[in-house]
């Protein structure tokens, strides 16, 4: 039976085509884990019809298209604005996509929020194995990885929220959450950086100080120089002074799906999330019992022995 979770609670993802196999597993799991959640689901406007053939039956899932926040044409164009500003090279701009939906999750994250929504983005990629509690006492529990740490995620966000935390785990654990004080925390620390124009929609401000803030400390824009979790996850801690929970979970190294007897293994063992990174591990073969368990025990002793913990803390 469904748990009852902080009221208004909304799930969110960005996603492209091709996940539509991890969202089909994902979908059911949150429904069972959470009682009456909304699922907003973003993706390319061409898309929403395969969306909906795959997931429409639920009814409390919606399709939301990418340009009613920011087309991506207008995202590049905002793009090639602040290159030509910063004298930043075509060669230094890769993987624009990367950055894109890294923008359409904050500014639908923040608008949400502010709506008096608190919000959960979970990648499209990730299947929870166990319910994580994402709130606690009105404000966002704080998690955090022992094998995440990529120190110029920080370099960047440094100059978003000023001086970070003197000790914290990385926030990379493939979701964030955030409520509404948490989110006027966060707009008026990007206010800060940036001052939002009335002229600009959210989504077009948010791209902008994402843009900048990468142009302007690495001369470049190329993963990964930008990450929404470590955002979100470093902006709570800051403004909730919570402790960090390590956070158990599975990412890469997979053959195939797991199968349910799979899935139950890993959650006796304390994970509470996996995800297809690529996905065409999904895809692919059913998963082998050796490798898995293989793989369990490699990320089972990395994240519970704590051997990353003291170089992540230092950085």
Not at 152 to 162: C, D, E, R, S, V
Not at 236 to 254: A, C, D, P, S, V
Request: proline share 4%; glycine share 4%.
């Amino acid at each position: 039976m469904a748990n009852q979770m902080q009221a208004g609670t909304e799930f969110f993802c960005v996603s492209l085509p091709n996940n539509v196999l991890t969202l089909k597993k994902s979908v059911p799991i949150i429904n069972d884990f959470y009682a009456f959640p909304k699922i907003s689901i973003i993706c390319p406007d061409t898309a929403i019809y395969v969306f909906n053939e795959t997931l429409g039956h639920h009814q409390n899932v919606t399709f939301i298209p990418e340009s009613d926040l920011i087309s991506p044409q207008s995202f590049r164009d905002l793009l090639r604005k602040y290159a030509a500003e910063l004298g930043v090279q075509e060669q230094e701009i890769k993987h624009v996509n990367w950055y894109y939906q890294q923008a359409l999750k904050i500014s639908f994250a923040l608008q949400a929020a502010v709506d008096r929504r608190s919000v959960v983005m979970l990648d499209a990629d990730t299947i929870l194995l166990k319910k994580i509690e994402f709130f606690s006492k009105g404000r966002s529990s704080l998690y955090g990885s022992l094998s995440e740490y990529h120190d110029p995620y920080f370099q960047t966000i440094k100059n978003l929220l000023g001086p970070l935390p003197k000790d914290f785990l990385a926030f990379t654990v493939q979701f964030f959450s955030c409520t509404e004080s948490e989110a006027i925390f966060l707009k008026e620390s990007l206010q800060v950086y940036m001052p939002k124009d009335p002229a600009m929609t959210n989504a077009t401000w948010i791209s902008s100080i994402l843009i900048k803030s990468v142009m302007e400390s690495h001369h470049a824009f190329k993963p990964a120089f930008f990450s929404e979790q470590e955002l979100f996850g470093l902006s709570n801690k800051i403004f909730g002074q919570g402790e960090q929970k390590r956070m158990t979970h599975l990412r890469y190294g997979f053959e195939g799906p797991l199968d349910n007897l799979q899935m139950r293994f890993l959650r006796l063992l304390g994970f509470k999330h996996l995800t297809y990174e690529p996905l065409e591990q999904f895809s692919g073969d059913r998963q082998s019992w050796r490798l898995l368990i293989k793989h369990a025990a490699r990320e089972f002793y990395r994240q519970r022995s704590g051997r990353y913990l003291k170089k992540a803390m230092k950085k």
